[in-house]
């Protein structure tokens, strides 16, 4: 078996493996890069392999960083199957076609500056249309059945428990006479994320390909979690702001309130009971043309919630459903919620606040000191939902400088991803241990922090792959090398990373004027200060002038 990484290496976005075991080329997962203006090059940029190649594909799970580039490897002509969840199937009928819906919008925000600057419109990467029509090769498959691809390959399709229908894949390739077994975790969801089951315990592997995504860190306890995403809102409301959701994810919304219920009950304080009226007695809006479509996806798939939610369903609870939650499907609809003048919550996608409707959103309340911001999942390096989480004190939305005085929290411990400990506790489930672990879907830090973790208390060697390279899994993980063509796009990279970089120094320079106007030059600063000040700028405008000299 040999397995190439083409994607989410040293980074959280762009999933996608090349696999060759036993006369076949296999996919597993093909996802879009997100964030650093590099990695979004990468979507358009042509396939690492031919696309005739490929016999089939194995997709963990909906999230579009996994399944995004689906339609672009349809449009290819890529036509045989891709194996997943049913629920996942369900849920990228209505991701997907969303995908090309944006792809749709922001090529053409993107075509009208390239007329006026005289380039020629590009096209979008794939539209609505195309995504639907990608459709028809998914084939649904069931958790914990074994299932024959050749007389040669069988998988199995595990609850991952990241995402209603997210997947861990285990592959029993034959070669030789000899089974080699390999597990492909996709995204391992928390042990304890309300409405999903925990994390199948995988038991043998004699390789692991695991996402790493939270590998140096460890989430928020549950009940600190609620309480504080309780206090936050109240705040908010009670100063008659709006607080601001970036997540598409309904489920995750309905996470939390299913944890405030439980604190209802066990709580019988006044000033909690305060608190959580006045959460309950404000609209919460959320506002996503899939809402609707994705609730009734949840409710078609029931049976892949936890044995507690199921029993609570079955009296007649549904905890999908609750007073004051409300729907926006159409683009006019979410624009009123922006003239409303109301305490509110807006849930609204992306959950890194690059495309859709968010964006109108942060336009809208970014600026407002009485309204919050509340990040619930994780954010890319590049993102301008990660800007802002790491305090810039302005952003450009839609070509516009909007300064950042709302409130900015972020309660990590509502990821979908497992963290440090639950990693490493699906490290230390296994039986038999594997001969090899690689780490993928994270950044270099938290990997390093994690593989020294698993190597240390296990002694099971860890590969950090570089995209590109391939591995062959014998008795022995033996490195072959790196793809052709891996130089020719590094060097596009570098170039990208330059202009990245450049366009990052202006934004610094713009929040360093202002920061400077508002706190220096101020008629107390100590006139020591402002010649240090004066200095080191004449310092930093040396090196600029260096630099284009050179």
Known sequence: MKITFLGATKTVTGSNFLVEASGKKFLVDCGMYQGHAQDEWENSAPFAFDVNEIDFMLLTHAHI?????????????????????????????????????IQEME????????????????????????????????????????????????????????MLGSSIIEVWASENGKVTKTVFTGDLGNNDIPLLSSPTMIETADYVVMESTYGGRLHVRNDEKAELFLNIVSETLDKGGTVVIPSFAVGRTQEILYE????????????????????MGAPVYVDSPLAISATEIFRNNMDLFDEETQEIMKKGDNPLEFPGLKFTRTAEESKELNEKNEPSIIISASGMCEVGRIKHHLKHNLWNPNSTILFVGYQAPGTLGRKIVYGAKTVKIFGEEIAVNARIEYIE????????????????????????????????????????????????????????????????????????GVKE??????????????????????????????EMLVEDA?????????????ELEQQIVKIIEN
Request: proline letters at 4%.
């Open 260 to 279: 405030l219920n439980d604190l209802k009950e066990e709580r019988k304080d006044k000033e909690f009971r305060q608190k959580y009226y006045t959460l």
């Open 413 to 484: 411990g509502y990821s979908g991803h497992a963290d440090q400990e639950w990693l490493l506790n699906f490290i230390y489930s296994f039986f038999t241990k594997p001969k090899t672990i690689f780490l993928v879907h994270g950044e270099p830090e938290g990997q390093i922090a994690l593989k020294q973790k698993i190597q240390g208390n296990t002694q099971i060697p860890v590969i950090i792959p570089e995209y590109g390279e391939e591995y062959e899994l014998n008795e022995e993980v033996q490195r072959l090398g790196r793809i052709k």
């Open 65 to 101: 960083d996994h399944s995004g580039r689906i339609p672009k490897l349809y449009n290819e002509g890529f036509r045989n199957k891709i194996y997943a969840n049913k629920a996942t199937c369900d849920l990228c009928s209505i991701m997907l076609p969303d995908s090309g819906h």
């Open 489 to 518: 796009r590094e060097r596009k990279y570098i170039r990208l990373e330059v202009l990245g970089r450049i366009q990052t120094l202006k934004e610094e320079l713009e929040d360093m004027s202002n920061i400077v106007q508002e």
């Open 107 to 162: 090529i053409e925000w993107k075509n009208r500056k390239r007329v006026r600057k005289g380039l020629t419109p590009e096209p979008p990467l794939y539209t609505a249309q195309d995504a639907l029509k990608s459709l028809e090769i998914f084939e649904p498959v069931k958790y914990d059945e074994i299932i024959e691809i050749t007389d040669k390959i069988h998988v199995r399709f595990n609850d991952a428990g990241h």
């Open 526 to 538: 100590k006139d020591e200060d402002i010649e240090i000040l004066n200095s080191r700028i004449k």
